[in-house]
Each structure stands twice: as C-alpha cells, then as structure tokens.
C-alpha cells in the first residue's frame, strides 16, 4: 500500500517534496522504484521527480517542486508511479490549487522606469538611500535578492566600472569575494555577470549583474544563497524581472 504526503494548496514560496510511503507485506522486500510527474491545469507536464528511499518504508523526492511565480490558476495533479511486481493500492493521482502570490509595490522605492517583482511576503532587510542612489536588499527562507542603483559614466561599461560598482555593494566588515565570469547584457543593455562567496554562517554563494541602464545609470542586481548552498531557484526567476524602460 502506498500513501502519497502532498498539501492541497502550493506557493512558489513553500516548495514541497514529495514523500510516499509504503506499506509491504511481512517478510517480503521487492525491488521498488517510485516516480512522481506534475501536470499544470493545461495538461503539459510541469516537473518529473524520480523519489529516493529515505527510510525503510519513506521515499522521498531529492528536490521539491518549484512553482513560477505567475502559476496558472485551476487544478493541478501530482501523478505517483510505482514500479513494483506486487500489485499497488492507494491513491496515487491527488489534484492540488496554487495560491495566488501578492507583491511589493516599489513604484516610490526604486529609480522611475525600474521594476522588479518582489513578493509581498519577503523581507526588506537592507534599505539605503533613496531612487536616485540607493540598495534595497530582500530575504526569503535561504534565499536572498538585493538591487543597488547609482549615477554611472556616459562612455560604455567597462570592467574596471563594474568591479568598483560591485564592491561598493559588499559588507566592509565581512567583504564576499568576487570573480568575474563574463561579459554579456541585460534587456540588450551592456553587463558584467560574476560569481561570489559570502563568508560566514549566513553565507553562500551569489550570482551578480552589474548593468548599466539607458539612463547610464549603474544597477548592481545579486541573487543568493543564505547559509546553503546553491543559489535557490527562486530567487533566479525574481531576478529575471527586473527591467528597465526608462528613456
């Protein structure tokens, strides 16, 4: 007998894993192998999971499902797969509904034509200065993403520009380290992407873009890791939101 663990209502902010728990008769271990597959209100497949034995009777999936952050409405399904010669009761196909996620209105915080999708339920842990030259910095379980803006030069990014940008944005007392990954762009702007290590307990690796805006403006956007390791993917998809319209 199976027993499938899955909440009837899913946030992007609350991934769960999958957890099966099965149930053999006295005596008998046969060979099991469990899968699991997410189907979004349109039918396409969302995620595959193959789940790993945690225990004697537990199987668990090695990563939990990650919604987006715009999940469509209506019904979702969590469809297990057992893979056994003994024949399988319980239920194994479970509907599900996403929650809805509120965000930040930044309209006042950030530099006119800079938006980014900050859920209402993060943290603002850092707030510095003001739209014209400031940081804000965002938390959420062990994840974190952090915007810093500032007037830059009028002639082309250049990496030298970029490095200084970044380093203004690391704690003088417990500086991360930074290394430099390529040169690319943001929303056809020209950018700079590097990898950094935060020291510490609350510390972890970091993806970083410094970009300079339409405007010449300078924006340092960072994502990471807080006490884990990697970077959650969440945290990526927020960063992917951020873009800039001004003139």
Do not use: C
Not at 25 to 42: E, Q, R
Not at 95 to 110: H, N, V, W
Not at 196 to 220: S, T
């Amino acid at each position: 007998m199976v027993n499938v663990t899955w909440p009837e209502q899913v946030s992007a902010l609350e991934a769960p894993l999958v957890i099966v728990d099965v149930t053999l008769p006295t005596g008998i271990t046969p060979d099991i192998a469990i899968s699991a597959k997410i189907y979004d209100p349109t039918a396409a497949v969302h995620d595959t999971f193959d789940l790993v034995r945690q225990s004697a009777s537990r199987y668990v999936s090695a990563v939990p499902l990650q919604l987006p952050l715009d999940a469509h409405t209506g019904h979702w399904w969590l469809i297990v797969h057992v893979e056994t010669e003994l024949d399988v009761i319980g239920e194994r196909v479970l509907a599900f509904k996403t929650i809805p996620l509120e965000f930040r209105t930044l309209t006042d915080t950030l530099p006119v034509g800079i938006n980014m999708r900050v859920p209402l339920a993060f943290t603002e842990v850092i707030t510095q200065g003001n739209p014209y030259a400031g940081g804000r910095v965002w938390r959420h379980g062990d994840g974190e993403i952090a915007l810093w803006w500032a007037p830059g030069p009028t002639e082309p990014l250049l990496l030298n520009n970029a490095v200084v940008m970044l380093e203004a944005t690391h704690n003088s007392n417990a500086p991360s380290t930074a290394e430099f990954i390529e040169e690319t762009e943001w929303q056809g702007q020209a950018a700079f992407r590097f990898q950094e290590q935060w020291p510490g307990r609350q510390g972890g690796p970091a993806k970083v873009w410094v970009i300079q805006g339409k405007n010449d403006w300078l924006y340092v956007l960072r994502v990471r890791a807080v006490g884990t390791d990697p970077v959650p993917p969440l945290m990526d998809e927020i960063a992917a939101t951020f873009t800039f319209d001004e003139e």
